[in-house]
């Protein structure tokens, strides 16, 4: 069953790293994340991520955050915006501002493009 808050499909691509572990997972299901006794998709993490959390000794850390550290990520080696939008699935690029917190660094390569004019 497809749920996202705007009900419309959409694919998301993953790294090529990620894909290599994907790809060397024994594979008990057509789910990569799949529960071992019913094969069905797990549709819940929350329980294994307090659980990682814990035995990390990770406080006032959220299973949302991740995706706040990705697209700060994407930006800061380069990714516009739009692309990362796309990718979180937001419909207005003002949500994606949020996200992607600015990089100093990003703000004098921008700045320093002009240099070439």
Do not use: W
Request: with cysteine.
């Amino acid at each position: 069953m497809l749920k996202t808050k705007t009900n419309k499909a959409r694919k998301v691509p993953i790294s090529s790293k990620l894909k290599e572990v994907f790809d060397g997972i024994d594979k008990t299901s057509e789910y990569i994340f799949a529960n071992p006794y019913t094969k069905k998709p797990f549709t819940n993490v929350d329980k294994a991520f307090r659980k990682l959390k814990e035995r990390a000794g990770i406080e006032k850390f959220c299973f949302h955050d991740l995706r706040h550290t990705a697209a700060t990520r994407m930006t800061e080696k380069g990714s516009n915006l739009f692309d990362v939008k796309e990718i979180l699935g937001h419909t207005s690029i003002n949500t994606t501002m949020r996200y992607a917190h600015p990089v100093p660094e990003n703000l004098q390569k921008a700045i320093d493009i002009l240099s070439d004019y």
